[in-house]
């Protein structure tokens, strides 16, 4: 009879099942309730807003399919997205601890989200002492993300804004196994990058030709790419140890090791 603690993931896992699954052994005990958490399925439509700032959170919002964006609106107007969330990222993790949003989220593509009662993400913390650090684990990343976020705003160029957003973004969709070592498709038109690294349309357009030609970057029909991966690393600045994965050892289990 196989071992309880036998890797217990199948191919048609979820994206926070083959996250959490790339760094640590689950049980299949584990595997089905994270599963069977995210029963409760809604589908939005690409530009449908799900979360208003200033309206009570009552549930956790777990993206399964598609690109969510968070962001909030100046009083003057301008929209700034604070976050991108791919498949497998909570929004409201902790909603329990709070009455209502800060932000705002809407689907940046055709999404399907999973509406989790507080009640089983506090159940993960009483059952699965394992689990309940990986999502304390998923918070600190990001945090972390955050973190990294606001170091470009006020140390690095707009060049390297986007580039090392975009770096971002390959490892992220990579740990979930939509994109490859080539690169990923990109979902953000030029203006909603503008609002995520606080940069004009004309910018964004002037420093993503700039990375082009110095073979940099690579965008053709949506998919992105990076020519020379070590190049556009140190132009970059990108330290890859702020999208660190789990492990609960210190060996390095579960740390990127794909870019160099």
Known sequence: ?????????????SP???RLGRSVLLTSEEVDYLETMQVNQAAVGKGDEFIHDGEPLRVTFLVRQGWVIRYRITPAGRRLIIGVSLPGDFIGLHVNFSHSSIFSAAALTNSSLALIEPVRILEIHRRFPVLASGLDWMSMRHANILAEHKVSLGARTAAQRILHFLLELWIRLEQVGLADDKGFELELTQEQIGDCMGLSTVHVNRSLSRLSKERLLKIEKGMVTFPEVSRSIRFADFDERFLMEFATKADGVGSNKRIS
Not at 2 to 13: E, G, L, R, T, V
């Open 16 to 18: 926070l099942v083959r």
């Open 1 to 13: 009879m196989p071992s309880k603690n036998q890797s217990a993931i199948p191919q048609d896992a």
